[in-house]
């Protein structure tokens, strides 16, 4: 399994089970953290990977790069951006429950 497909199917995952959370929230502060969160995977994983710190296999990769890094790497980002608010509402709810 490449990654992008592995990437997709992890995404879409998180997707439907952050939706019904997701929706209630305000689009605009989680569109500006996914947009500086892959601003610096572009910064920080180009300078990796020209560093030699880690290599992907390219039988792995689409071999489409945003600056340096591959665009797989940045599932990372957007998984992040999105599943830390909702995941932060969630235990606030359940914290507020049990006081």
């Given at each position: 399994?490449?990654?992008?497909?592995?990437?997709?199917?992890?995404?879409?995952?998180?997707?439907?089970?952050?939706?019904?959370?997701?929706?209630?929230?305000?689009?605009?502060?989680?569109?500006?953290?996914?947009?500086?969160?892959?601003?610096?995977?572009?910064?920080?994983?180009?300078?990796?990977?020209?560093?030699?710190?880690?290599?992907?296999?390219?039988?792995?990769?689409l071999?489409?790069?945003?600056?340096?890094?591959?665009?797989?790497?940045?599932?990372?980002?957007?998984?992040?951006?999105?599943?830390?608010?909702?995941?932060?509402?969630?235990?606030g709810?359940?914290?507020?429950?049990?006081?």
């Amino acid at each position: 399994m490449t990654n992008i497909v592995l990437n997709v199917i992890v995404l879409a995952l998180l997707g439907a089970v952050c939706w019904p959370v997701l929706r209630r929230m305000r689009a605009v502060p989680i569109l500006l953290t996914v947009l500086i969160l892959c601003v610096l995977t572009a910064v920080f994983d180009t300078l990796m990977i020209a560093a030699d710190l880690y290599v992907f296999d390219p039988d792995k990769i689409l071999g489409v790069y945003v600056w340096g890094a591959p665009l797989e790497d940045f599932a990372y980002a957007i998984a992040a951006a999105v599943g830390m608010p909702v995941l932060w509402v969630v235990l606030g709810r359940r914290k507020g429950r049990t006081e």
